[in-house]
């Protein structure tokens, strides 16, 4: 079932841009897997795969921070962040794609959007030495013709300045545009970029449900990707 928030259908886009965790790909399960890790290595408490569902999509260093702080907002001592960060990087680098999978519905969706002709574009805070390899363990770094991570620009969601690099690179108007993301900082980039956004309901939104930002639609798989365009 599509669950509307503003209307119940969005205007036919000519470029699709997609988010990575908590869009396409669950990926918690690795990302607290090393963060627990990072921890045992330091010698501080683990923090569990419930803890990390809610820090996690604002990159890699806003998660290392959190779990050094055991909570979702502050800053860890600086030495101590400078002593995590190279032991979770080396623990996700070999860890990236072992326990995460994909949602429900991402290859139906994709199909889709590929059979419909759309400009397909992933933009994600996840850095690129990671985003590359995840997708491309996963099978799906094939269906886009431009993959924007944390680091490709000077700055990331919630900034709009990963969407509106995209709508250039594919020569497209925002207003021809449509973001499909989960959390918040999708919500602010879309609506800063002039785009229209699409929220998933099962998403990672730091333990808040999405629609208290007002996506245009809320969905809660992207096989459902069909009924929502006029």
Not at 93 to 112: D, W
Not at 124 to 130: A, C, G, H
Not at 151 to 163: C, E, F, G, I, N
Request: aromatic share 8%; glycine share 8%; net charge neutral.
């Amino acid at each position: 079932m599509v669950m509307t928030t503003v209307k119940t259908k969005l205007k036919n886009p000519k470029m699709v841009l997609i988010d990575v965790d908590g869009t396409l790909v669950d990926s918690v399960p690795d990302l607290a897997y090393c963060v627990d890790e990072m921890m045992k290595q330091l010698g501080m408490p683990i923090h569990g795969e419930a803890n990390v569902r809610n820090w996690v999509g604002n990159g890699v260093d806003r998660l290392i921070s959190r779990a050094l702080l055991g909570q979702l907002e502050g800053e860890p001592d600086a030495a101590l962040f400078k002593k995590a960060q190279p032991i979770y990087m080396a623990l996700y680098a070999a860890n990236v794609s072992v326990r995460s999978r994909l949602y429900t519905g991402v290859h139906e969706g994709l199909g889709y959007l590929k059979q419909q002709g759309y400009k397909l574009g992933c933009v994600t805070n996840k850095v690129e030495q990671f985003t590359i390899p995840l997708l491309k363990n996963l099978g799906i770094y094939n269906n886009f013709s431009i993959v924007i991570c944390g680091d490709t620009l000077a700055r990331k969601k919630p900034d709009p300045m990963p969407l509106l690099h995209a709508a250039n690179y594919f020569k497209v108007s925002p207003e021809q545009s449509l973001m499909i993301g989960d959390s918040v900082s999708d919500v602010k980039a879309a609506r800063a970029a002039g785009f229209q956004i699409v929220c998933m309901s099962y998403g990672y939104n730091h333990g808040e449900d999405i629609r208290r930002y007002h996506p245009d639609i809320v969905i809660d798989s992207m096989a459902e990707l069909p009924v929502i365009f006029s």
